[in-house]
């Protein structure tokens, strides 16, 4: 296979052994981060549609996640950036009940890369967690990731939470993850927030966001 396709059909396969090689061919190609977005997260799309339809079972979608974080992993070292982290604090968690993190990991690049500083505090993360890590970090934003569709239900739920603990305006939050829509987030979720709530479809949304929302 060509080498494109092979990096794609190696997240689909989840096979690993050569990967890094064929990253390093692909980097003589073209930066990092098309990769990424042009071939790897197709490959990641793949994964979903066959998990999706049941010809793709649970453990091969982890063998697929773990090569996707590798290759994320061997990438990023060679992105173009500016880590001083001047621009603002941003918090990131993916919700309570909710393991995916690759998203939020690649926000988390994106972001840290282009001037924010990100405290990421990982997976799993309830409200309590998400608002403590928030206070002692005197974050500027806080942004919260989650594919489940029952993650959509919690992220209403954190920021009605937030409403009642009288912090919606102190903190602008951003939402992000495959089970969300613009509208949800715009329309229904916006209703709810007392502060500014926003959504990312994709990392670099997420940049433009912060960029927005800091100014
Ligand atoms: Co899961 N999974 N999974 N899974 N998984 C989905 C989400 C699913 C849609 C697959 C499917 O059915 N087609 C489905 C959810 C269905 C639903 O809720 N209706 C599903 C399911 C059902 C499950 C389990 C319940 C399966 C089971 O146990 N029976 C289980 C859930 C466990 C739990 O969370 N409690 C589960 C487990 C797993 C793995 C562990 C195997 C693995 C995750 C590994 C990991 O993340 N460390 C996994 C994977 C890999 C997927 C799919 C295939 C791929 C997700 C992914 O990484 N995509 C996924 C299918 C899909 O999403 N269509 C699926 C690539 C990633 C870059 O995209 O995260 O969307 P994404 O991020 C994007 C944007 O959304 C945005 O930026 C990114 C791109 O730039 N974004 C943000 C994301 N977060 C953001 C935050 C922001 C801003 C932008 O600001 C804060």
């Known amino acids: 296979?060509?080498?494109?396709?092979?990096?794609?059909?190696?997240?689909?396969?989840?096979?690993?052994?050569?990967?890094?090689?064929?990253?390093?061919?692909?980097?003589?190609?073209k930066p990092p981060l098309e990769i990424i977005n042009q071939n790897?997260?197709?490959?990641?799309?793949?994964?979903?549609?066959?998990?999706g339809s049941g010809q793709m079972q649970l453990p091969f979608v982890l063998q697929s996640a773990e090569v996707m974080k590798a290759a994320v992993a061997h990438l990023e070292p060679h992105m173009?950036?500016?880590?001083?982290?001047?621009?603002?604090?941003?918090?990131?968690?993916?919700v309570k009940g909710d393991v995916h993190d690759i998203g939020k990991n690649?926000?988390?690049?994106?972001?840290?890369?282009?001037?924010?500083?990100?405290?990421?505090?990982?997976?799993?993360?309830?409200?309590?967690?998400?608002?403590?890590?928030?206070?002692?970090?005197?974050?500027?934003?806080?942004?919260?990731?989650?594919?489940?569709v029952k993650s959509t239900v919690i992220m209403k739920e954190n920021l009605e939470e937030m409403n009642s603990r009288g912090i919606a305006e102190k903190y602008?939050?951003?939402?992000?993850?495959?089970?969300?829509?613009?509208?949800?987030?715009e329309n229904d979720l916006d209703e709810v927030y007392q502060g500014d709530v926003r959504y990312a479809k994709?990392?670099?949304e997420g940049l433009h966001l912060m960029d927005r929302m800091m100014a």
């Open 1 to 29: 296979l060509p080498l494109f396709e092979r990096l794609e059909k190696r997240i689909v396969d989840g096979e690993r052994n050569g990967l890094e090689a064929d990253l390093e061919a692909a980097m003589q190609e």
């Open 40 to 51: 790897l997260l197709g490959g990641m799309k793949i994964v979903g549609d066959l998990f």
């Open 80 to 94: 173009e950036k500016d880590d001083s982290g001047g621009k603002g604090r941003l918090l990131l968690a993916t």
């Open 106 to 148: 690649l926000v988390d690049i994106i972001v840290s890369n282009n001037g924010y500083e990100v405290v990421n505090i990982g997976i799993k993360q309830p409200i309590n967690a998400i608002l403590d890590a928030a206070e002692e970090h005197k974050v500027d934003a806080i942004g919260m990731s989650g594919l489940l």
């Open 172 to 185: 602008p939050v951003m939402l992000g993850g495959a089970a969300l829509t613009r509208s949800y987030v």
């Open 202 to 204: 994709d990392a670099f």
